[in-house]
């Protein structure tokens, strides 16, 4: 496992070092967020800037890769996911303190040269206002990713004998397909800017921007509804068959992951280009509310803003619903921290992280942050002690690590719900109509004991 993070690590840091150089290429008149005259564009202090600040980001992917090396020598699983993720974030703040660092030598250039941009008077051009959506993608293309979200959480209802869990998968599905078209609606809510004083010009860059970007927020809620049907087929689907789909699957997210960088690329590429074909560029006077390499005005009362970029969507922090929704992401992000390293710790670090507990009418099997699984003694049709869990086996829920395996499985074409400590044996197999339960304790001493009380006391 600590080889496979080890490969995402590296390949999270030069995936953002190549596109944070993205901000040190001219768009519209906009190098680092700083707006150019268009005859300064490749002066040679400003490429001078901008050639350091793309070596810079090498650097420093450089150097986060070599450290994250120690992943390799990181024995326990919570320890290395925790280590990835602070790894990741040092990466983005360190990549963001470097953009802050050198929009303020771009910004220095430009004032220590007195380069005056030739101002007009705003531009309204009502015939794009009323015309402004006309190439966004139709809001029903929407339709068949939520049919598909719906018709996976009906299907775990009908096909699955305990559909708890797999209700999860659904919920998801349809919520990722909410914040797709929510954000559709915000593309569709987006205010129009007139960038130069053609009529056809300024509206085929906004078309291009609004039909991208539809495209995508449609293609990416019909990629991720299949995850309301995936798991559930784990349990219907034999094991062949089940690894053929995930492979399926895998391979079309990969495929999606390059569409959208080709779709943000020529998004900004074709507005270039365009923009280009102007006999003038009507400039903005905003350099001053992208300072940090966000939007921060309290006198806009838009909550989201295009970014300079041309490739992203931009949150105002100036307005407080713009900081209520940074807070929450970060929110989010801790969550997300809680949740991936603390059941880690707890395993790696305590005596004894999985729990059998027998009584006269019942097994239970619990973990940390885990529901715990009751097994009535009347319904258990058979126990053995494995050497170890057979290699067709597919996670369908849980975690996977080097150290554990938990949560829900399909083991040798059976539904099962694993517990099991990878690094001891014996492991006790629990067998009733519908489902196969392997459990393990720490100390394989104390596994023996229990499998002998069980053998006690079934008939």
């Known amino acids: 496992m600590n080889i496979m993070l080890l490969l995402i690590l590296i390949s999270i840091n030069f995936l953002m070092a190549f596109v944070g150089r993205i901000v040190a290429n001219p768009h519209k008149n906009i190098i680092l967020e700083t707006t150019l005259p268009k005859d300064k564009l490749n002066d040679p202090q400003v ?12 650097i420093i992917a450089a ?13 326990y699983d919570s320890i290395a996911i925790f280590f990835m993720l602070l790894s990741t974030f040092g990466m983005i703040g360190v990549n963001y303190y470097t953009q802050i660092l050198y929009i303020g030598k771009m910004t220095k250039v430009k004032l220590e040269n ?6 007009k008077p705003l531009l309204v051009d009502t015939k794009l206002i009323l015309k ?11 339709l068949p990713s939520i049919l598909i979200s719906l018709g996976g959480i009906l299907y775990t209802a009908l096909a699955v004998k305990q559909p ?16 797709f078209i929510f954000s559709y609606y915000l593309i569709s809510r987006l ?4 960038l130069t004083s053609d009529e056809k010009i300024n509206q085929q860059v906004n078309d291009t921007m609004r039909h991208y970007w539809s495209l995508l927020l449609v293609t990416s809620a019909l990629v991720f509804s299949p995850l309301s049907f995936l798991p559930s087929l784990s349990f219907t689907v034999a094991y062949g068959r089940m690894m053929y789909l995930v492979i399926g699957y895998f391979a079309v997210v990969f495929l999606y992951i390059g569409y959208t960088f080709f779709l943000m690329f020529q998004l900004r590429k074709t507005q270039d280009h365009l923009i280009l074909q102007a006999a003038d560029y009507r400039y903005g006077d905003d350099d001053q509310y992208w300072r940090y390499g966000i939007y921060i005005n309290p006198d806009d009362p838009r909550i989201f803003v295009p970014d300079r970029l041309g490739m992203n969507i931009s949150t105002n922090l100036g307005r407080p619903a713009g900081k209520i929704s ?3 992401l970060l929110v989010i992000a801790l969550v997300a921290v809680f949740v991936a390293c603390v059941p880690l710790l707890i395993n790696d670090f305590s005596t004894n992280p999985f729990q059998m507990n027998i009584s006269a009418t019942e097994v239970s099997l619990s973990a940390p942050f885990s529901r715990t699984r009751e097994i009535s003694l009347k319904d258990i049709k058979s126990v053995e002690l494995v050497d170890k869990i057979p290699s067709d086996s597919i996670r369908i829920y849980g975690s996977a690590t080097d150290h554990y395996l938990t949560g829900e499985f399909k083991v040798a074409d059976e539904t099962a719900y694993l517990l099991v400590y990878k690094k001891e044996a014996p492991i006790l197999k629990i067998k009733t109509k519908d489902y196969a339960y392997y459990y393990t304790n720490k100390d394989p001493k104390e596994t023996k004991k229990e499998y002998q009380r069980l053998q006690e006391i079934l008939p």
């Open 114 to 119: 007195d380069w005056i941009l030739p101002t």
């Open 164 to 179: 708890v869990g797999m209700f999860l998968f659904g919920a998801i599905s349809l919520f990722t397909a909410g914040i």
């Open 191 to 194: 205010p129009v800017k007139a």
């Open 132 to 142: 402004k959506n006309q190439k966004l993608i139709k809001s029903y293309w929407f």
């Open 326 to 328: 940074m807070l929450a």
């Open 47 to 58: 490429s001078l800037v901008r050639q350091s600040y793309k070596k810079m980001l090498l």
């Open 63 to 75: 150097v986060f890769s070599i450290v994250d090396l120690l992943l390799l020598v990181i024995p």
